[in-house]
């Protein structure tokens, strides 16, 4: 039996007010009913007018600061314009409101000190409530007010209300929270943002054969290849067999397109002339937006596509227009497949590219991201003290999410909720921790860096029920798995259609393109790494970007390199599934042996009752199965899964296993650590070279029972053949099965310690080993 994991390792399970109630298990009908509410006060500046002239030039360059204590919040301000018009919205956390008026002061920009023109105040206690789904509060005209409290010129129009982060100026408010941070860019890398990965595409080229080509050397037979490129992929079909100008290759090369198509489709002939040296014959280029799209097996129409050749005239790159070369191919964009952008263990889609193909939502997810407790401290501020600014990303689907960060806080809080359509519930969510690096605009700052990530498998999950729970957030280094704090989640799965959920479980994990025309295993993985780039790239380049380095630590792009950790954990894995194999088969033995009489005299009444009656086997089999799964649901688990630092053999990893999985690839190590390494791997290889070679051998003997490779052993056992026939055929098989059974159960006084005839027998047949050197 596992031992339980450590408590700072666990998974806790909470009762927040979620929706500002407590939640116990049943569905909520509020909005945001996954998350804790938390009130703000919401300040919108529209427009003023009739602004008096502050300056000698008689102009005005008025801004607008709305102050609440400590927390100042200030608009853009507008150059010789009496009429201003801003429109924009200030949100004050009421957790940190140590004041009681609301000061909103109309101030005149200037080089030296800026001019007060007017103020307004607002009491607290006197502002109004609003929840939606309740109308905008209409924005009100106010006359400014000087110092003295008098009337002062000019009017300011305004809305200010109490409201919660379901407020539609949420999203877009200027936070308090975030007042250390300056910059237009700093303040559009905190706000909470939702993302779309870009339509990916495979794109299929079916190189058939060439025609006419014109090599500059006419006297040799040309070597001839097509290199294909697509942005930053590059492909190339093999050398032709037919070595003439009509060479042929029928070969598929696979690439990754996303929408919008930015780039076309190169493609050139080339002559290989020399080792090192290869000579291009033409080229065509093809936009994709003219390809034809694919939506099942059926083949789509070839063309021949004209080759151009470019030729250096007074060393300019000029195009030979006379030139009647030729390409035939087929070209189609796969609107079947589904491209893999992620991990398939981890995958949160699984649908076609084409959406003619897409079958209807069976459910709907929902994600409470709540906040974060004793988060590790992520880089150093000034004056010597560290800080974290959190948020977080999660990923389902197509659709990416990102959570406003909380500027220098170890217990974030974030309470905002996010909706997915859910197609099959075979599926992960991904959550992941980062800390902003960028808060003060440009890209001169680091790279942001990751706290953890938690990963939840919709199919564990009951329908219509709301999990709460802590997770810890737990990061590999290279001194070891460390806790860097704990994410509090509440995440509820709703099911539109039970039967058409549990139709889902019949059908294919992949659209069927995938099973019709199968792409290789190299195939598959080069793909995906070309899908991760491409998804990473675009989304690096949306306003605010969502980092590389955050898309690919979501995407799990570095899960394939080789980590002698992972193949630890993945040997006792399979350990643990043959576990119960191992105990049934020493359980078997225990009953062979009689060390329980009692048990063994049963297991021979139930042996005769199965082989008097074989129609009765299947049934209790499947009557034993349902017995068992009734059995282990009183224990069945509860909470969904989360990171086993145990399973992962993170907790127990040398230090030295840990520097070769972080190590860069080609190695970065010195030459002794490299060679101390290669030497292991040897040593292990040599381990596994023997199990295989084993069992070559044992199927080899198998293979060589009828090859009269060894005459006697062949001739006993082709004399034993005839003899089991004949036996059999006067034999009913009831009694065969009950000889065989009763002497595989006799009492151990019947038994002998030394191996068995056949045993013996299959042991001594010959193998293929004496062939090898």
């Known amino acids: 039996m596992q031992r339980p994991l450590p408590e700072d390792f666990s998974l806790k399970e909470t009762k927040p007010h979620l929706g500002g109630g407590k939640v116990s298990g049943d569905k909520l009908t509020s909005t945001y009913d996954l998350v804790e509410q938390m009130q703000y006060l919401y300040v919108r500046v529209v427009r003023a007018k009739d602004l ?19 927390y100042k919040g200030i608009t853009r301000h507008f150059e010789k314009k009496s009429n201003p018009e801003w ?53 009100q005209w106010y006359r400014l007010e000087d110092r003295k409290n008098e009337k002062a010129r000019g009017e300011l129009m305004l809305a200010v209300w109490w409201g919660t982060q379901a407020d539609e100026a949420f999203p877009e408010a200027w936070h308090s929270d975030a007042a250390a941070v300056g910059g237009a860019d700093g303040l559009a890398s905190i706000r909470s943002k939702v993302y779309l990965s870009p339509k990916l595409w495979y794109l299929r080229v079916n190189v058939i054969e060439a025609q006419d080509l014109i090599p500059s050397d006419r006297g040799r037979f040309p070597e001839v290849f097509v290199k294909a490129i697509l942005g930053n992929q590059a492909l190339r079909t093999r050398v032709s067999m037919s070595k003439s100008i009509n060479p042929m290759w029928n070969e598929d090369l696979m690439f990754v397109a996303a929408e919008p198509f930015e780039e076309p489709l190169i493609l050139s002939v080339e002559d290989r002339v020399a080792p090192n040296k290869d ?110 600014d959190a948020y977080c990303v999660a990923k389902y689907g197509q659709k990416w999410v990102r959570t406003r960060t909380i500027v220098d806080s170890f217990t974030p809080k974030w309470n905002e909720q996010y909706t997915w359509e859910v197609f099959d519930p075979c599926t992960v969510v991904t959550i992941g921790v980062f800390d ?55 995440v509820r799965f709703t099911c539109s259609s039970l039967m058409n959920m549990m139709h889902m479980y019949s059908q294919p994990l992949l659209p069927k393109m995938h099973y019709i025309h199968p792409l290789t295993v190299p195939q598959l993985d080069s793909l995906r790494f070309q899908a991760t780039q ?170 060589l029972l009828l090859s009269w490779r060894d005459p006697r052993a062949t001739a006993l056992f082709v004399i034993f053949c005839l003899v089991a026939a004949i036996v059999l055929y006067v034999t009913p098989f009831q009694v065969v099965a009950l000889l065989a059974g009763f002497y595989m159960l006799r009492h151990p006084r019947f038994r002998h310690k030394l191996p068995s005839v056949p045993l013996n027998f299959f042991r001594r047949l010959p193998a293929k080993t004496d062939c090898m050197l």
């Open 52 to 70: 008096p002239s502050k300056d000698v030039t008689g102009s005005c360059d008025p801004y607008v600061e709305v102050r609440l204590g400590n």
């Open 87 to 139: 429109n924009q919205v200030f949100a004050f956390s009421k957790d940190r409101i140590q004041a009681s008026i609301l000061e909103v002061t109309v101030k005149d920009k200037d080089f030296v000190k800026d001019d007060f023109i007017g103020r307004i105040l607002f009491d607290l206690n006197e502002v109004p409530k609003r929840v939606p789904p309740d109308s905008p509060l209409a924005p």
């Open 279 to 388: 000579e291009v014959l033409g080229r065509c280029t093809i936009p994709l937006q003219y390809v034809d799209r694919r939506l099942d097996h059926k083949p789509v129409n070839t063309r021949w596509y004209n080759l151009e050749k470019h030729v250096m005239i007074e060393g300019e790159k000029k195009k030979e227009v006379k030139f009647a070369s030729k390409i035939h191919m087929r070209i189609c964009l796969e609107g079947g497949y589904h491209v893999l952008d992620e991990s398939t263990h981890y995958s949160s889609d699984l649908r076609p590219t084409a959406k003619q193909l897409w079958k209807s939502s069976i459910g709907v997810l929902e994600l409470g991201i709540l906040s974060a407790h004793g988060l590790a401290p992520m880089k150093p501020r000034e004056g010597g003290r560290a800080s974290t």
């Open 436 to 490: 902003n690096c960028h808060l003060q605009g440009g890209d001169k700052a680091g790279r942001d860096l990751r706290i953890g990530k938690v990963r939840i498998r919709l199919s564990t999950l009951e329908t219509d029920r709301v999990y709460t729970h802590t997770y810890p957030l737990l990061v590999l280094h290279p001194s070891g798995v460390k806790k860097m704090g704990e994410i509090h989640l509440a």
């Open 534 to 703: 491409i998804v990473s790239i675009r989304l690096n380049r949306a306003e605010p970007p969502l980092r590389k380095e955050v898309v690919e630590y979501m995407l799990d792009v570095g899960s394939h390199m080789w980590s002698m950790r992972r193949s630890k954990a993945n040997f006792f894995r399979i350990m643990g599934v043959l576990s119960g194999i191992i105990a049934v088969g020493k359980w078997f033995d225990q009953i062979c042996h009689w060390k329980n009489p009692i048990t063994t005299v049963l297991i021979h009444i139930l042996f005769v009752i199965l082989v008097m009656y074989p129609e009765l086997i299947l049934p209790t089999i499947f009557l034993y199965l349902f017995l068992i799964g009734v059995w282990y649901y009183r224990w069945r688990i509860r909470h969904p899964p989360h990171m086993d630092t145990r399973l992962s053999c993170a907790d127990s990893a040398p230090a030295d296993e840990l520097d070769e999985e972080f190590d860069t690839f080609p190695t970065s190590r010195p030459a002794d650590i490299v060679r101390m390494r290669y030497d292991r791997l040897r040593s292990i290889a040599g381990r596994i070279q023997i199990v295989v070679g084993d069992m070559a051998t044992q199927g080899e003997r198998l293979q």
